[in-house]
């Protein structure tokens, strides 16, 4: 795992970009989002770069981590219609080829083992941005996922819907359920790129990169995968033990090794 402590959320959005960058100048590419704030500042920048630098998104097929159950894809909150609004409707992806859980779904089992058969038949995900929860959760992975899950309703906890309440009218209005990739699916993806940013991150942050891999965090599953990129700030940091050691090796970064 490589730890990259920034000075700024610009910064950790323009590295992001340029790991999408990359990744959609090769064929084919499968590329994985986010919802929630902190790929936000990503997404604004791959769409200046779109705008004006002739980055293209056209050959493209993307994936979402998670949905909300109930939620139709027209419900301003729905991670579809956030999608969109953030990244699709400014960029040259053809919306047909972004995907998601279904969450308004009859039957959710069978719609999570189409959404898993849908990435298989994609060859997989090149590269999947992830924020994280104050509880350590990727995706809607919460604490005790098991760590070799596959794309599954899941029941959220209380601290969640507090958290994502702020995109809603009240807490009320948080669905309890969602559809999310599991822990063994996004530990597929052959590129992980985790952002973090602000003091409230930070524990969660030192639990995922330095504490045991272990379910009570899921993201520190990033530490089982050969390549996991954390980009966070200095507030996100501020709890790594080895944070000296993350900025020296940041320092001496060979020139031919991108991230
Ligand atoms: C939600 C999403 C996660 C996201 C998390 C953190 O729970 N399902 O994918 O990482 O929120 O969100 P934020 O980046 O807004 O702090």
Redesign the pocket.
């Given at each position: 795992m490589e730890v990259v402590i920034c000075t700024s959320a610009e910064e950790i959005g323009r590295h992001v970009a340029d790991v999408y960058e990359e990744a959609l100048r090769r064929p084919d590419p499968v590329i994985g989002l986010?919802?929630?704030?902190?790929?936000l500042l990503a997404y604004q920048e791959l769409i200046r770069r779109h705008r004006e630098e002739g980055l293209s998104f056209a050959g493209a097929t993307a994936f979402l981590?998670?949905e909300y159950v109930g939620l139709p894809a027209a419900h301003p909150e729905s991670y579809a219609a956030v999608i969109r609004r953030e990244l699709v409707d400014h960029v040259d992806l053809a919306p047909a080829r972004v995907h998601s859980p279904d969450g308004t779904a009859t039957d959710l089992p069978a719609e999570c083992a189409r959404y898993e058969a849908l990435i298989a038949r994609a060859g997989g995900i090149d590269v999947q941005l992830?924020?994280?929860?104050t509880d350590g959760?990727?995706?809607?992975n919460e604490p005790m996922s098991s760590l070799s899950s596959r794309t599954r309703p899941k029941t959220l906890t209380e601290q969640?819907r507090q958290?994502?309440a702020r995109f809603f009218g009240s807490v009320d209005d948080v669905p309890r359920h969602v559809l999310t990739q599991g822990l063994g699916t996004i530990g597929e993806a052959r590129h992980l790129v985790l952002v973090a940013t602000g003091e409230g991150?930070a524990e969660a942050v030192a639990a995922a990169v330095e504490g045991p891999l272990s379910a009570r965090c899921p993201a520190s599953v990033l530490q089982w995968h050969p390549h996991a990129t954390v980009f966070v700030d200095e507030a996100a940091a501020s709890h790594l033990d080895f944070a000296d050691y993350y900025r020296h090796a940041l320092a001496h970064k060979p020139k031919w090794q991108g991230f």
């Open positions: 986010a919802t929630g704030s902190s790929p981590l998670d992830l924020g994280i929860g959760h990727v995706g809607f969640t958290d994502n991150k």
